[in-house]
């Protein structure tokens, strides 16, 4: 008889197969770890502990304190649909490398301050679709690095001025689609580096000139789908640099002239689907930067000629869906630079000669399905540049001699000419056969054909142009198309055909043009172009390739362009290109390529451009591009490179533009570019470059643009750009400099354009820009900068130094910048205090968009608001004794520039005192002993001898004494901190 074992240890085994049932659930890597879906209860805690991704998905899981204790190098962690209801306190306290965190589609109700305790560098938070109804303060304090906050899909009402509290680097928020009626003054003082705000599909009735304070970069904001009746003035006064504005479908009955103010830099606005029946006078005047302007699906009945006032810049206009049935001369004057225009779907019953005066550059015009019945002689006279224009769906029966001479009509008829029939969008099922049979262009388009027979087209033996797009060909029937030998275009583009045959096209031996994409093809059989020899373009974009095969573009002998994007190609095999030796452009991006072999490209010797972007690309073998070695353009952004080697392009020697943003790209070895000596174009943007190492860019002597902007680079070797001395444009702009040395820019002789803005410079060494003499445009905003460079800033035209740190300017400084065509230098702390009375002086009130008006004092605190070119000089006080007072810099004072001007003599026999009126000094005596100022590098020079004579440096004097000082007597005369004061040499 079989013993009984302890309860004890069938428990023990019991716990030993459960953890091993958890280990065989998930599916892992060396890095990572798949458990979606697995019916999970808590986080499984025998996964490998050094994983950096964890999908969670799809269990049951509940978050307690010591879940993630184990795995503290985890930087994704996806809690996605586990129907989470609280986090415990500290529950991710570990995770101070977690950058991505989803949280989306669980049972979250309030977000509270301990729950995301340890998050320090995450970056990007997914919160959708949850049950989040309030976000208590605090709550984001852990995360000051959050870059992207997901919050739509919830049942927020009111945004407080505290629920946003610690995220000052957040650029995305993401509150679309849920409850929210009420934004709270303040609420977005938290977020000074927003970029897009979407807040459509929510319940905001009125907005207010409190609601959007603090959101100085806001780019794009999104206030579609809510009801929206007012926009107080004054309500984007807030938002300076916003770009485009949505505010579609929404309840606004009229436009007026206060509504926009504030928006000089918008570019698009959106406003179809609202009730607008008006727009005043002068409402489109605060936006003249204004490209785009959506007013279709309104209520307006006719257009005035005040309501565009201010739309220099406007280059479309759309109006279609009103009851438009007037518009008056002039309408159109203000918009000189208007290219398409749309008035589609309006109540115009005549077009009068001086409707559409202004408008010499218009080129598209859509007017049909109105009710016009007569265009008068001279309508289209104003418009020289008119190219497209739609007539159709009106009430036209003859049109009088000339009125369409851009076209090459007198009389016509409205839906077919001598030469041309328009039957798209009829409802057709079938080829007509009733239209006359000597016409070259026929377009059926967007009609429900079906079936393509035989005997379709064999009435119409001239056509050269045919248009069979966006309807449900499922079937070409053998021969459909024999009788087209003088077709030279065919539109087959949105249709059902699934595979290609050789009989499919018999016929079109002329045809030169065929678009086959966005259908559903599978396959394409051998043979199936034979007889199309003369095809030149072929695309087959949008369908469902998985694998090229060498007998699938026989016969195309003199194609030179094939676009095959948009498919599921996972293979090219070898010899697939060798029937089409004269193609140029080959486009196969958005596929699933994997990794790039040496006999793919075989036989394109005469490939000019090739597109592979967004695929799946992770590796280039050796000799990939040996066979393309005419190759001008190569694009390879969008994949999975991480290491650049140095046999990746070789056989790329007339290479002139290579693009790879967007990869994860953190090495380049040395020699890799030494392949390409052409190239002029190189983009690097948006990968994991941390370090530029001298060896990088060798080979590169003629690159003219290269754009590293959004890695994560922190420094750039000495030497670095000594191989590419033709370069003209650098983009360096969001990544981690923290200083830019004297030996960087070495071997950019040439270059003119520089952006370093967005990085964490705090520092710019003398000399750094020595090098770099033809520099006209240089980018130094929203970094840390305290003092401007001015020894570096020669021969400049553009410089934007907003968003540093800066606080004075002394005298010097006006000079300098007053030499620049355009300073952009505001939102810095200025100190209007008599370290800036010198300057102010030099003050001159220029134009309205000088760098003078854009100084605005933060202190002191009498002055907080006002321009410095409104304040008088005698308010410009320092409430203590100061001397020689000059902005702050890194280099330890004192310091002479001797490479400018010579060493300074030595002050002796002087003393400095002050009188007790706004720290002005006075001498005891005057005597000749000169004094000599040293003056901190940058923005300072020396001051050589002056002889019994004052000297003003930042609104404080300075005399000469003939006493003998001591160390002592200038510390008595110590400046407020952050001052420098004058030095005993």
């Known amino acids: 008889m079989m013993k009984k074992k302890p309860a004890g240890v069938l428990m023990f085994l019991l716990v030993i197969l459960k953890v091993l049932g958890t280990a065989e659930a998930c599916r892992c890597t060396a890095s990572a770890c798949d458990c979606g879906f697995q019916g999970l209860t808590s986080v499984p805690q025998d996964l490998p502990t050094n994983i950096t991704w964890l999908d969670l998905r799809g269990n049951q899981i509940t978050l307690s304190q010591s879940d993630f204790s184990r795995y503290r190098s985890l930087e994704i962690l996806d809690l996605r649909w586990n129907h989470i209801s609280t986090i415990n306190s500290q529950a991710f306290y570990y995770l101070s490398n977690l950058t991505t965190l989803s949280l989306s589609g669980n049972s979250l109700t309030i977000l509270r301050p301990d729950m995301f305790v340890g998050l320090g560098n995450l970056e990007d938070l997914w919160l959708p679709n949850n049950d989040i109804s309030d976000i208590q303060a605090g709550t984001f304090n852990s ?38 009626s009420d934004i709270q003054a303040g609420t977005f003082n938290s977020t000074p580096q927003l970029r897009r705000l979407h807040l459509y599909n929510n319940k905001l009735t009125h907005l207010r000139s409190d609601m959007f304070t603090g959101l100085g970069n806001l780019e794009t904001l999104d206030l579609d789908h809510n009801k929206i009746t007012d926009i107080q003035a004054g309500t ?54 204004l490209r785009r302007l959506e007013l279709y699906n ?22 279609y869906n009103n009851d438009i049935s007037d518009i008056q001369p002039g309408t159109f004057s203000p918009t000189p630079q208007l290219r398409k225009f749309d008035l589609a779907h309006n109540k115009l019953t005549i077009l009068r000669s001086d409707m559409f005066t202004g408008l010499g550059n218009l080129e598209n015009l859509n007017l049909y399905d109105n009710d016009i019945t007569d265009i008068q002689a001279g309508t289209f006279d104003h418009t020289p540049q008119l190219k497209n224009l739609a007539l159709h769906y009106n009430k036209l029966t003859t049109l009088r001699s000339g009125i369409l001479k851009v076209l090459g009509a007198a009389e016509a008829d409205l839906r077919c000419t001598a030469s041309a029939c328009d039957c798209s969008g009829q409802g057709l099922t079938s080829v007509p056969q009733d239209l006359p049979t000597n016409i070259t262009w026929l377009d059926l388009g967007s009609n429900r054909i079906t079936t393509l027979s035989q005997s379709d087209f064999s009435r119409y033996r001239s056509l050269e142009d045919l248009e069979l797009d966006n309807n449900h060909i499922s079937t070409i029937n053998s021969q459909a198309f024999y009788h087209l030998s003088n077709l030279t275009r065919l539109l087959l583009h949105g249709n059902r055909l699934t595979i290609l045959r050789a009989d499919m096209v018999t016929g079109l031996g002329n045809v030169q043009s065929l678009t086959l994409s966005d259908n559903n093809i599978t396959d394409i059989q051998a043979g199936t172009f034979n007889p199309t020899p003369q095809l030149g373009r072929l695309s087959l974009e949008y369908n469902k390739l998985t694998t090229l095969r060498p007998d699938m573009f026989t016969g195309l002998g003199n194609l030179w362009g094939l676009s095959l994007s948009y498919n599921e190609i996972s293979d090219i095999q070898d010899g697939t290109f060798n029937s089409i030796p004269q193609l140029k452009r080959l486009q196969l991006y958005n596929n699933k390529l994997t990794t790039l072999r040496s006999d793919m490209f075989t036989g394109l010797g005469n490939l000019w451009g090739l597109s592979l972007h967004s695929n799946e690309i992770s590796d280039i073998q050796d000799g990939t591009f040996n066979s393309i070695p005419q190759l001008r353009r190569l694009y390879l952004s969008g994949n999975k490179l991480t290491t650049l080697r140095s046999d990746m392009f070789t056989g790329l020697g007339n290479l002139e533009g290579l693009y790879m943003y ?7 070895q040395a020699g890799t570019f030494n392949p390409t000596p052409q190239l002029r174009w190189l983009k690097l943007s948006n990968n994991k470059l941390t370090t530029l190492r001298s060896d990088m860019f060798t080979g590169l002597g003629n690159l003219e643009w290269l754009w590293l902007y959004n890695n994560d680079i922190s420094d750039i070797q000495a030497g ?69 460079p001015s020894n570096l800033l020669a021969n400049l035209l553009f410089l934007k130094l907003s968003d540093n740190s800066i606080t004075t300017l002394p005298s010097v400084a006006h000079d300098i910048l007053s030499s620049i065509s355009t300073v952009i230098i505001g939102n810095n702390p200025w100190q209007c205090d008599c370290r800036m009375v010198d300057f102010r002086l030099k003050m001159t009130g220029s134009y309205l968009w000088s760098y003078e008006n854009q100084i605005t004092c933060s202190q002191p605190d009498s002055l907080i608001g006002l321009k410095l070119n409104h304040v008088s000089p005698e308010d ?86 003939t006493e003998q000082v001591e160390e002592e007597q200038y510390s008595s005369l110590m400046p407020a901190p952050k001052c420098f004061p004058l030095y005993k040499h």
């Open 143 to 180: 995360t000051p690095q959050l870059r992207k906050l997901h919050l739509y899909h919830n049942k927020l009402t009111t945004l407080r001025s505290d629920m946003l509290s610690g995220l000052g680097n957040l650029e995305d928020l993401y509150l679309n689609n849920n409850n929210i």
């Open 236 to 289: 984007f006064n807030s938002t300076p640099q916003l770009r485009t504005l949505h505010l579609r479908y929404n309840k606004l009955p009229t436009l007026r002239s206060d509504m926009l103010s504030g928006l000089g830099n918008l570019e698009t606005l959106e406003l179809h689907f609202n009730e607008i029946s008006d727009i005043q006078a002068g409402t489109f005047n605060s936006t003249p930067q």
């Open 298 to 319: 309104n209520k307006l009945t006719s257009l005035r000629a005040d309501m565009f006032t201010g739309l220099g810049n406007l280059k479309e206009l759309w109006l």
């Open 662 to 668: 967007s990869n994860e790209i953190s090495d380049i």
């Open 720 to 788: 670095t750009f000594n191989p590419t001395p033709q370069l003209r444009n650098l983009d360096l702009s969001y990544n981690k400099l923290t200083t830019l040395r004297f030996d960087m820019f070495t071997g950019l002789r040439n270059l003119q354009s520089l952006e370093v803005q967005h990085n964490d410079i705090t520092d710019i060494q003398s000399g750094t820009f020595i090098s770099t003499p033809q520099l006209r445009i240089l980018y130094l905003d929203n970094n840390h900068i305290q003092t401007i």
């Open 876 to 961: 410009l006080i320092c409430e203590g004794p100061t001397t020689g007072l000059m902005s702050p810099v890194t280099s330890p004072p004192p310091t002479t520039v001797a490479t400018e001007i010579p060493e300074p003599s030595t002050v002796q026999n002087s003393s400095i005192t002050s009188s007790p009126v706004s720290g002005v000094f006075s001498p005891s005596k005057q005597t000749d002993p000169a004094l000599t100022l040293s003056l901190p590098a940058l923005l300072g020079a020396v001051f050589g001898s002056v002889a019994g004579a004052a000297l003003i440096i930042g609104g404080i004097i300075f005399y000469n004494q």
